[in-house]
């Protein structure tokens, strides 16, 4: 009876994963699970369970994969442009106050 249940856990997760092209942290947070589960029952587990799938699946994380350096390098990005506009407004503000 486990088998079952952690064989349909993969399944679903596989089709949760394929159906909306998310990543796995976003499908770990919507199953409430942790990724290394998610990763594990999807890289691992999937080949067994079901072989056509797992092959979806592991195109889908490859591409995830190849451009996770790109997401990375936009948040990199986004930060410093935040803490440059925090740099500027406390540096008018030390202005206005010394004009005070």
Known sequence: ??????????INLAEYILYNQTTIRATAAEFNIPKSTVHHDLSTKLK??????FLQVKHLLDKNFSIKHIHGGESTK????QLK???NYNDQL???EKLL
């Open 1 to 10: 009876m486990i088998d079952d249940s952690i064989d349909e856990r993969v």
């Open 94 to 96: 030390e202005y206005t």
């Open 48 to 53: 067994y369970i079901n072989y056509p799938l």
């Open 78 to 81: 986004h930060k410093y442009e």
């Open 85 to 87: 506009k925090e740099i």
